[in-house]
C-alpha cells in the first residue's frame, strides 16, 4: 500500500511540475446574445457563451455555443415540408390540418469554431476584429400545430454549415464589450424529421432546411 501511494505521490509531483512548466494560453471568456435570422424559419433569439485561446500575435481561436429559439411561426406549406404517408395519418388522427399547419417552438443549438484575426487596438481601447469558421447547428425538434391540436418532432439531427463575421470590441484592461455581424451559410436538402411514434420514410416530415442568414449580437467578454 505504501508503496502505491509514493508512486502516485511522485506521478501526481511530475503531472503537476508539468503544468507549472507549461506557459499559461492567454485568452478569455465571453457572453453574448441577439437576433439569428434565417432563410427557413425567419428571425429568433439567440445567446450563448465563448472560449477564445491566442494562438499568435493578433490570431486567435474560438469556440463557441449557444441556444436559439423564439422563431417566427411559419406555415407548413411556407416552410416547404413534406409529410409521408403514416404521417399524414397521423396528422389526420391527431386531427391536424395540414392546410392550416404551423411549425412552432423551432429551436437551433449552434456549437462553431475558426479562428478570429483581432487588429491592433486604437488608443489600447477600441478593436476591430474578423473571423471565419465551421459549424454545427443541431436542431432538438419543434411542434406542427393547427389549432389546439398538435404533433410534436421530437427527433434531434444536424446541420454543418461555414460562418464570417466582423466586429469591434471596446475594452479597458481585461473587461471588454463587443458587438459584431455573423453571417451563416448552413443549407440541408431533403432533412428527415421523425414524428413521435413514428419511424421510418412513410412516417416522417422531409424538408429542405435553410438556416443561412444573418446574426447579429453583442456581449461581454474578459480576458486573462
Do not use: C
Amino acid at each position: 500500500m505504501s508503496v502505491h501511494v509514493s508512486k502516485s505521490l511522485v506521478l501526481s509531483a511530475f503531472a503537476a511540475a508539468a503544468l507549472v512548466a507549461q506557459p499559461a494560453l492567454a485568452g478569455g471568456i465571453g457572453f453574448w446574445g441577439g437576433q439569428m435570422d434565417t432563410d427557413t424559419f425567419g428571425k429568433g433569439v439567440v445567446g450563448g457563451g465563448q472560449l477564445e485561446l491566442d494562438a499568435a500575435p493578433w490570431v486567435s481561436l474560438l469556440v463557441r455555443g449557444g441556444y436559439a429559439s423564439g422563431f417566427d411561426d411559419i406555415s407548413l406549406s411556407e416552410a416547404g415540408f413534406v409529410p409521408g404517408v403514416n404521417a399524414r395519418r397521423v396528422f389526420d388522427t391527431v386531427g391536424v390540418n395540414l392546410s392550416r399547419a404551423q411549425i412552432e417552438d423551432f429551436a437551433v443549438a449552434p456549437v462553431e469554431g475558426g479562428v478570429l484575426l483581432r487588429l491592433p487596438a486604437i488608443f489600447d481601447v477600441i478593436g476591430i476584429y474578423g473571423g471565419a469558421g465551421a459549424g454545427w447547428y443541431f436542431l432538438p425538434g419543434f411542434d406542427i400545430k393547427s389549432g389546439d391540436r398538435k404533433v410534436s418532432v421530437d427527433s434531434v439531427t444536424d446541420m454543418v454549415g461555414f460562418w464570417a463575421l466582423g466586429g469591434v470590441d471596446v475594452g479597458i484592461s481585461f473587461f471588454h464589450l463587443f458587438a459584431e455581424a455573423k453571417y451563416v451559410s448552413a443549407k440541408k436538402d431533403g432533412e428527415t424529421f421523425d414524428l413521435d411514434w413514428v419511424r421510418g420514410d412513410s412516417g416522417a416530415v422531409r424538408a429542405d432546411i435553410d438556416l443561412s442568414g444573418l446574426t447579429v449580437l453583442g456581449g461581454v467578454r474578459f480576458e486573462w
